[in-house]
């Protein structure tokens, strides 16, 4: 596609169910990242593959997440047993190898 | 590990006045550093990159940084601030051997006519 797409654009979803975003790359686009930024916290690294491998996953705040990445395309990040704190937006990005970054517009993350 | 500070998370300036946006890093290897700029509703779009070479770099818009090895930073300006500048700024930073970027907490520059 022309762009990095992300879905859905909004999730509510209420404490303690399991949720899945989305992440559509720039087609060639072999690095794909995910990130999350709220208020106050910037943009905090959560994990990033090279083709379908994640080489660091030191960002993941717990064992409550998960990505994968199937194709060297789509990525999918799991929220298991949501809690309030992970309410942020969720930032993916894609690039070529040390290429700039092309953010998508994210999806918020709204934990009733 | 590399990390990144932005000491300030608001800066407020008025039209046409110059401005610097501070950034320091920390990394026992030599980096990649990067500002982000991110317009109200908008996504993050990179602004200016240094990778190696003249330690003066310039980006879009008129944005400049200065890559300082010895007080590992690398500080944003521009001269002359328009309205449109307003937007949150992002300085990030990447060590040789990884793809692994790592963003700092942003500042949110705020011009005023």
């Known amino acids: 596609g022309a762009g990095v797409s992300q879905s859905p654009s909004n999730k509510v979803t209420e404490k303690g169910k399991d949720v899945e975003l989305r992440c559509d790359p720039i087609s060639g686009h072999t690095a794909l990242y995910w990130y999350r930024q709220s208020l106050g916290q910037g943009l905090e690294f959560l994990i990033y593959f090279q083709g379908n491998s994640a080489p660091d996953k030191s960002g993941l705040p717990s064992d409550r997440f998960s990505a994968e990445r199937t194709g060297g395309s789509v990525s999918t990040l799991t929220i298991q047993r949501t809690q309030q704190e992970d309410s942020a937006v969720y930032l993916c990005?894609?690039?070529?190898?040390?290429?700039?970054?092309?953010f998508g517009s994210g999806t918020q993350l709204s934990v009733l | 590990a590399q990390s990144v500070t932005q000491l300030d998370s608001q800066v407020p300036v008025f039209e046409e006045a110059p401005v610097e946006l501070r950034c320091n890093y920390s990394?026992?290897?030599?980096?990649?550093l990067f500002w982000y700029v991110q317009y109200p509703n908008q996504g993050l779009q990179l602004l200016l990159k240094y990778l190696s070479g003249s330690t003066l770099v310039k980006g879009i818009n008129g944005f400049e940084a200065e890559f300082n090895k010895s007080q590992t930073s690398f500080h944003l300006r521009k001269p002359s601030v328009h309205i449109s500048d307003t937007a949150e700024y992002f300085c990030a930073v990447r060590r040789y051997n990884t793809d692994k970027l790592i963003f700092g907490t942003g500042t949110r520059l705020q011009v005023f006519p």
């Open positions: 990005a894609s690039s070529l190898v040390g290429e700039k970054l092309f």
């Open positions: 990394s026992s290897v030599s980096v990649y």
